[in-house]
C-alpha cells in the first residue's frame, strides 16, 4: 500500500482542485522562538513577529518595514469641522456620495447617519471651518440660539425683518398763538417752500421763520375787514390772503407788501388753492373763483357746483384737476378744460374740508368728512371709483399726503381732538398723536416733508416729527435753531 493512502483517505474541510493536495499549501517552518512569540501573544507586538508574517505572506520578496501611521477614523471627529455634513445639494447622486465617503474616510464612517445621504462638501465652503460639538446644552448667548430665536440673521442669509419706524408722541416745539380762531371752515396756517410758516391771528397775519425763528408781522386788516385764509405760491415768494369780506389779497413777503387786490366773492373767503399759474379761492357764497395775475381782471372762470359754503379746494401735483370741498357734504372734482364738474362724489355724509392728493400716483385723492361722517375716503378719480374707506371716530378735519412715504397723516376735531398716521394703501394706523385740547383745525406740512405744525382752538402751534427724510436728503432743521421750548409767534 501506498505510503500516501493515509493521506488519501482522510477527508478534510476543503474542495481542492484536481492535481492539488494538502502539501501545496504548506508553509515553511517557524523558529521556535518565533512560534513560541506568537503563540503566547497572540497581538503580535514584536518586529520579529511582524518580519515573519511578512515572510509568510510573501515568500517571493523581500519584506519591507513601512513607517506610516494609518489613524482610527472613527475617533477624529471630523464632523466638527464640517466636512462631512453638508446638505445634500438638489439632483445629487446620494449612492455616489456614499461610496466615496467610505473611500475617504474609511467604512466605519460610511453608515454614520451625518454621512447617510450627504454628499462630500465642497473644500471651499468647509475649510478650518469648526462647529461647536452640542455635547452639553446650549448657552442662551450662543450663537445658535441668537440666531435662530432672538430676531439674528437666518441660517439662508436673509436680513433681519425691518423694524417698525418709531414716532414721538410729543411735539418738539410748541409756539403760542394768542387769537388763533376756532372755526371749523378756516384755513389759518401754512408753510412755504422757502421755510417760513404763516398764521392769521385775529386780523393779523405773521410770519415766522423756521430758520432764524425771527417772527415778522405781514399785515393787520382791522378795523374793517379780518383773515379767513392764507395760501403761499409754490415757490414760496408771495401770499396770498382771503379776507371777510370777499377779497383775495397777494403780498410779497420779503418786501411785507401788497401788490394785488381780487374781488369777485360775496363773502368770506375761506379757502385758496394755488397752482402753477392758477389761484383758486372758494367761499361762502359757494362759487369757485379762478384767478391769473397775468391778466388784469379779478378773475376769468367761476365754477358753480356746490350748495353751500366751500370749505376745501386743492389742486393736483400736475395742476390738471382742481378737488373742492363743501358744506354740502359733497365733493367736486373739476378739470380745465370744462366749468362743470367732472365728478360728483356724496358718499360723505358731513361737511368735506380734508382734502389731499397723492404725490405717489396721478388721480389718487383722498377725502375726509366732518362730525357726522368721521370717514377717510379713497377715490379714483379717473373713474369715480372709491376704492377704500375707514372710520376715524372723531371728526375730520385736515388731511396731508407725504412725500416723503407713502402715508397719510390727519388731523382731527370732535371728539378725541387727536394727529393719526396711516399706512396706504392699507390704511393701516401707524401712530396717534395727542396734545391739543381742542379740535386741531388747522395743518401744514415742512418743505422737508419731515415736520408737520398743527393749530387748535387752543391757541398753540405744535411741531411734531413724524415722516422720514428722503434718502440722500440733507436736514433742513438745525438743532439750534429748534431746540425745544415755548415761545410766542408775536
Not at 467604512?107 to 454621512?115: H, R
Request: glycine content about 8%; hydrophobic content about 30%.
Amino acid at each position: 500500500m501506498d505510503s500516501s493512502a493515509p493521506n488519501q483517505g482522510r477527508k478534510t474541510g476543503l474542495n481542492l482542485p484536481v492535481g492539488m493536495n494538502l502539501n501545496t499549501f504548506s508553509l515553511p517552518s517557524i523558529s521556535s522562538s518565533s512560534s513560541s512569540s506568537f503563540q503566547s501573544h497572540p497581538n503580535i507586538s514584536s518586529p520579529s513577529s511582524l518580519r515573519s508574517i511578512s515572510n509568510l505572506g510573501s515568500p517571493s520578496k523581500s519584506a519591507t518595514c513601512s513607517d506610516r501611521f494609518i489613524p482610527c477614523r472613527s475617533s477624529s471627529r471630523l464632523h466638527t469641522f464640517g466636512l462631512i455634513d453638508s446638505p445634500v445639494k438638489e439632483g445629487g447622486n446620494e449612492n455616489y456620495a456614499r461610496l466615496l465617503k467610505a473611500e475617504l474616510f474609511g467604512p466605519d464612517f460610511a453608515g454614520s447617519p451625518s454621512f447617510a445621504g450627504s454628499p462630500v462638501s465642497s473644500p471651499s465652503k468647509n475649510m478650518l471651518r469648526f462647529k461647536t460639538e452640542n455635547s452639553t446644552p446650549s448657552s442662551p448667548f450662543s450663537p445658535t440660539v441668537v440666531g435662530h430665536n432672538a430676531g439674528g440673521v437666518s441660517p439662508g442669509g436673509s436680513t433681519p425683518p425691518k423694524q417698525q419706524r418709531k414716532i414721538s408722541k410729543t411735539p418738539f416745539k410748541i409756539l403760542d398763538a394768542p387769537s388763533l380762531q376756532d372755526d371749523y371752515y378756516l384755513n389759518l396756517v401754512d408753510w412755504s417752500s422757502q421755510n417760513v410758516l404763516a398764521v392769521a391771528l385775529g386780523t393779523c397775519v405773521y410770519l415766522w421763520s423756521a430758520a432764524s425763528s425771527k417772527v415778522t408781522k405781514l399785515c393787520d386788516l382791522a378795523p374793517d375787514d379780518g383773515v379767513c385764509s392764507v395760501q403761499w405760491t409754490k415757490e414760496g415768494s408771495f401770499l396770498s390772503i382771503g379776507t371777510s369780506l370777499g377779497q383775495v389779497q397777494i403780498w410779497d413777503a420779503a418786501q411785507c407788501k401788497r401788490v394785488r387786490t381780487m374781488s369777485g366773492h360775496q363773502t368770506r373767503t375761506s379757502v385758496l388753492a394755488w397752482s402753477s399759474r392758477i389761484l383758486s379761492s372758494g367761499s361762502r357764497d359757494r362759487n369757485i373763483l379762478q384767478h391769473d395775475l397775468r391778466v388784469s381782471s379779478d378773475y376769468i372762470s367761476k365754477l358753480v357746483g356746490h350748495k353751500s359754503e366751500v370749505c376745501g379746494l386743492k389742486w393736483s401735483h400736475d395742476d390738471r384737476e382742481l378737488a373742492s370741498g363743501g358744506n354740502d357734504n359733497q365733493l367736486l372734482v373739476w378739470n380745465n378744460h370744462s366749468q362743470q364738474p367732472i365728478l360728483k362724489l356724496t358718499e360723505h355724509t358731513a361737511a368735506v374740508k380734508a382734502i389731499a392728493w397723492s404725490p405717489h400716483q396721478n388721480g389718487l385723492l383722498a377725502s375726509g368728512g366732518g362730525t357726522a361722517d368721521r370717514c377717510i375716503r379713497i377715490w379714483n378719480t379717473a373713474n369715480g371709483n372709491q376704492l377704500n374707506h375707514v372710520d376715524t371716530g372723531s371728526q375730520v378735519c385736515n388731511l396731508a399726503w407725504s412725500k416723503n412715504v407713502n402715508e397719510i397723516v390727519s388731523t382731527h376735531g370732535y371728539s378725541q381732538n387727536q394727529i393719526m398716521v396711516w399706512k396706504y394703501p392699507t390704511m393701516g394706523k401707524v401712530a396717534t398723536l395727542t396734545g391739543h385740547s381742542l379740535r386741531v383745525l388747522y395743518l401744514a406740512m415742512s418743505p422737508d416733508g419731515q415736520t408737520i405744525v398743527t393749530g387748535a382752538g387752543d391757541e398753540t402751534l405744535r411741531f411734531w416729527n413724524v415722516f422720514p427724510s428722503l434718502r440722500n436728503q440733507a436736514h433742513v432743521r438745525d438743532t439750534k435753531v429748534w431746540s425745544m421750548g415755548r415761545t410766542h409767534i408775536r
